[in-house]
C-alpha cells in the first residue's frame, strides 16, 4: 500500500471515528504511542507472509534503518525481531556477548537493570555500574571500571533511559570503550529516530530499538543493527531458538523472509511510519518537535510549581519525570483518571526513593496538545483540590 492510498484510507477512518464520536486519548508515554492515521491505515490491508509484496517491506525497512544509522550495508545488518524491545535486547545481548565473556552494565534505572537480570539467565558474566534513579555514568568512571578488569569484554548503556527521562552520554562512553577495544552495546530503544545516533558519531558494534518509540509505529517488533563481523561470529551462541538473531539473520537473507510468523500489519504499519519520518526531516526534523514539545511542558509545569526529577542538561526530548506534590489531598490514581477523561493517558514512576510520574512528548503530538495537557493538569489539580504542587523536602 502507498503512502497516498493509507492516507486515503485513513482520513475515511478518521471520518468513522468522528461520526461515532470517540475520540482516542492521546498516549503521553514512552510507547505504545500516539500514530498517525496513515499508521493506523496502513494496518487495513492483509499480507502474506511469505508473499513477494511483503518481502519488499521487510527489505525496504531493512536498508532504511541502516541508513538512518549510517551504517554501510557491507559492515553492518539490520535484523528485525518479532515481540517486544526486550525481546530485541535479549537476543541481543545473547548474540553480542560470547559465553566466556564478561559485560559491563551501565545502569541509572529501570531498563539497565532489567539487562543486567536478562543476564543472569543468560549466564553471562556481568557487573553493575548503578548510578541510582538520576545521574548519569560518565566517563571516567567507566574507563576507571574498564582498567580495573581487564576480563570485561562488552559494555551496555541504555542511552536514553526512560524511568527518569536521562539523556546519557553515549559519545563520551563510546569512546573511552572504543579506546580500550571493548564491545559497544546500545539500547536506543527510545532515542533511535530522533536523537542523532551514527556509526560515523557512535561507533557501536550493537544497537537495539523498536516499532514503536520514535519512528511511531505500533508493537510488535524490535530491531537490532549490529556489526557483521560479530554476527558472524555468534552462530551457535544464542541459547533460544526464537531470539537467534544470527539464524534470523541467515534465513532473511537467504530467502527474504522472516523464519517464522511475521507481524504483518506492524510491519506494513512502520513502513508508513518511516516515509512519514522521512517527511518531517528524518532524525533532525522529528527532534526539533519533540524538543519544542519539550520545553513547552516543562515550562508550563515548573510554572504550577511541579519540580523535575532531572537537570536541565539531562532532560531527554523523549520522557520528563515530575516529583508528586506533597500536598495531601495529591493521588496519582485520581489524577491519571481525571486526566485521562481529559483525554491524556501519562505513565506512573519509576523511582525507587520518591513518588514521581512521568510524561511523554513521542508519538504524533506536538507543542498544540502539549497546551491542552497543561489546562487539563491544572483542571484536574483543581478538582482534586491541590493548590501546592512542590514536593516533599
Known amino acids: 500500500m502507498s503512502l497516498a492510498t493509507a492516507t486515503a484510507t485513513a482520513t475515511h477512518a478518521s471520518r468513522l471515528i468522528e461520526e461515532s464520536g470517540q475520540q482516542a486519548p492521546y498516549l503521553l508515554t514512552p510507547g505504545p504511542l500516539t500514530t498517525s492515521d496513515a499508521t493506523k491505515a496502513a494496518m487495513l490491508h492483509d499480507w502474506g507472509s511469505w508473499d513477494d509484496d511483503f518481502n519488499r517491506l521487510t527489505a ?18 539490520c535484523v528485525p525481531l518479532q515481540g517486544s524491545g526486550t525481546f530485541a535486547v535479549e537476543a541481543a545481548l545473547a548474540t553480542a556477548i560470547d559465553r566466556q565473556g564478561k559485560a559491563l552494565v551501565l545502569a541509572n534505572g529501570a531498563y539497565g537493570q532489567r539487562a543486567a537480570k536478562i543476564l543472569d539467565y543468560l549466564g553471562r558474566a556481568h ?6 534513579d538520576y545521574l548519569p555514568p560518565r566517563d571516567e568512571e567507566v574507563a576507571a571500571h574498564l582498567d580495573a578488569d581487564p576480563e570485561i569484554t562488552d559494555v551496555f548503556l541504555v542511552h536514553c533511559e526512560t524511568s527518569s527521562g536521562i539523556l546519557n552520554p553515549l559519545s563520551e562512553i563510546a569512546e573511552v570503550v572504543k579506546a580500550r577495544g571493548k564491545g559497544l552495546i546500545v539500547d536506543a530503544m527510545s532515542s533511535f529516530g530522533a536523537v542523532p545516533l551514527t556509526v560515523e558519531d557512535v561507533p557501536f558494534d550493537v544497537m537495539v530499538s523498536s516499532a514503536n518509540k520514535c519512528i511511531e509505529g505500533v508493537p510488535g517488533f524490535g530491531f537490532v543493527i549490529l556489526r557483521r563481523e560479530l554476527l558472524e561470529a555468534s552462530a551457535g551462541r544464542s541459547h533460544s531458538l526464537s531470539l537467534d538473531l544470527y539464524e534470523q539473520w541467515r534465513y532473511m537473507e537467504r530467502t527474504g523472509q522472516w523464519r517464522f510468523t511475521p507481524p504483518t500489519h506492524v510491519v506494513a504499519a512502520f513502513h508508513t511510519a518511516l516515509a512519514e519520518h522521512l517527511a518531517e526531516g528524518g532524525v533532525a526534523g522529528r527532534l526539533v518537535r519533540y524538543t519544542r514539545s519539550r520545553d513547552r511542558l516543562v515550562a508550563g509545569m515548573r510554572a504550577m510549581g511541579f519540580a523535575t526529577l532531572l537537570e536541565d542538561r539531562w532532560l531527554s526530548p523523549i520522557i520528563t519525570t515530575f516529583f508528586s506534590p506533597g500536598h495531601p489531598s495529591f493521588d496519582f490514581g485520581r489524577f491519571y483518571a481525571e486526566l485521562k477523561a481529559r483525554g491524556f493517558i501519562i505513565y506512573p514512576g519509576k523511582l525507587t526513593q520518591a513518588e514521581s510520574f512521568r510524561i511523554g512528548c513521542i508519538g504524533r503530538l506536538d507543542a498544540t496538545v502539549i497546551e491542552r495537557l497543561l489546562v487539563a493538569v491544572r483542571e484536574a489539580l483543581d478538582a482534586m483540590g491541590v493548590d501546592d504542587c512542590r514536593p516533599v523536602a
Open 60 to 77: 525496504e525497512v531493512r536498508e532504511q534503518l541502516l541508513e538512518m544509522a549510517g551504517a554501510p550495508g557491507d559492515a553492518y545488518a
Open 127 to 132: 557487573v553493575v555500574l548503578d548510578k541510582g
